[in-house]
């Protein structure tokens, strides 16, 4: 069994900078995808990005491109969330998740890819 812990979540001033971590344990994770996904108040969980375990390639929602970045350090079976130039509507609680198949750009986004997930870590950005 997969399991998913994320740290590193907490308050930031808009304009700051942030690092979630996600620490993976229970299988190896070739040919797996990592995602990062946020879910604020009374809104739908969005996508955030991925990354494909064996590639290394990334792929980034919208909203995120050129501020957050998606990385792996394969020796310690963690992904990393790098948040940069946060904004308050970046406020929201983050979770990663872990697919047993590497993702396509055009299905990363869906939430139904994904085989497990941690249980989040509370971003709040202050204005």
């Known amino acids: 069994q997969v399991q998913l812990v994320e740290t590193g979540g907490g308050l930031v001033e808009a304009g700051g900078s942030l690092r979630l971590s996600c620490a993976a344990s229970?299988?190896?994770?070739?040919?797996?995808?990592m995602g990062w996904f946020r879910q604020a108040p009374g809104k739908e969980r969005e996508f955030i990005g991925i990354i494909n375990w064996s590639t290394g390639n990334t792929y980034y929602g919208d909203s995120v491109k050129g501020r957050f970045t998606v990385s792996r350090d394969s020796a310690k079976d963690t992904v990393y969330l790098q948040m940069n130039i946060v904004k308050p509507e970046d406020t929201a609680v983050y979770y990663c998740a872990a697919g047993r198949r590497e993702l396509a750009p055009s299905i990363a986004p869906y939430v139904i890819e994904y085989d497990f997930w941690g249980q989040g870590t509370q971003v709040t950005v202050s204005s």
């Open positions: 229970g299988r190896t994770f070739r040919n797996f995808v």
